[in-house]
């Protein structure tokens, strides 16, 4: 199905997940931190690690993309927008290292994650009505709200998306901050691929993009499109 191009997206941050059946050695761990594609573009030299959990954080030259390896998965975060294609190319590369050093591994769940931030103004109260679809009909005046839907997706059943709509309010850290809506949207997909499937990968992310594209613009109002139009 065809969608409106935004020519401002409102998505403060993707990320492209995969989890593994099988848990990465530490030596697998390390042969990746120190890969030379992953090193050409992340900073390899000080990882934030949180050995306690077994979690590494890289972070790119430029901060606008991070890598965070666990050991049983890893993931790509973008902080700003990116065509999905060059996301996906980038994620391909980051799979494919970690295949060639710890061999071809189960992938048993996908995550397509995006987090977007619409502004709200500076509306004292918010109408939920006049940003989202899916609301809560109450007779209260509404401050602060956190909703929560687990959609279906009816042509897969592995296939499902969490969708989240919460407010942010001004920060009085940053004067500049403006309050939004959080418009959270999570779509996974449970598999048994392997992870040198470059095909089957390549398929499941971009049918997860689509249901991922359907939830965003059928959860907003018109007006919200025409503001990032």
């Known amino acids: ?3 409106p191009k935004l020519s ?3 998505l403060i941050e993707s990320i492209f997940l995969i989890r593994f059946r099988e848990n990465l050695e530490k030596e697998q761990i390390e042969s990746i931190l120190h890969d030379e594609y992953i090193s050409s573009i992340y900073n390899t ?3 934030k690690d949180r050995r306690h959990e077994g979690i590494y954080v890289l972070r790119s030259s430029e901060a606008n993309k991070a890598i965070r390896i666990n050991l049983d998965s890893v993931s790509l975060h973008c902080f700003k927008y990116q065509p999905f294609e060059n996301i996906y ?3 391909k590369a980051i799979v494919g290292v970690v295949t060639t050093i710890a061999k071809s591994l189960t992938i048993e769940t996908i995550n397509l994650r995006y987090l977007n931030s619409i502004s709200v103004g500076d509306e004292e109260v918010v109408d939920l009505h006049d940003y989202l679809t899916f609301t809560v009909q109450t007779p209260f005046s509404i401050s602060n709200f956190f909703l929560q839907l687990l959609v279906d997706n009816e042509d897969d059943e592995d296939m499902n998306g969490i969708i989240i709509g919460a407010n942010r309010e001004q920060s009085s850290a ?3 901050s403006k309050p939004s809506i959080i418009l959270d949207i999570n779509v996974q997909k449970k598999t048994s691929i ?6 089957a990968l390549r398929s499941l992310l971009f049918m997860m993009r689509e249901f991922k594209n359907k939830l965003f613009f059928d959860s907003v109002q018109p007006t919200v499109l025409e503001t990032y139009a």
Do not use: C, G, L
């Not at 392997?194 to 095909?199: A, N, R, T």
């Open 1 to 3: 199905m065809s969608y």
């Open 8 to 10: 401002t997206p409102p």
């Open 45 to 47: 030299e000080s990882p």
């Open 89 to 91: 190319k980038d994620f």
């Open 174 to 176: 940053d004067s500049e």
């Open 194 to 199: 392997k992870s040198d499937d470059e095909e």
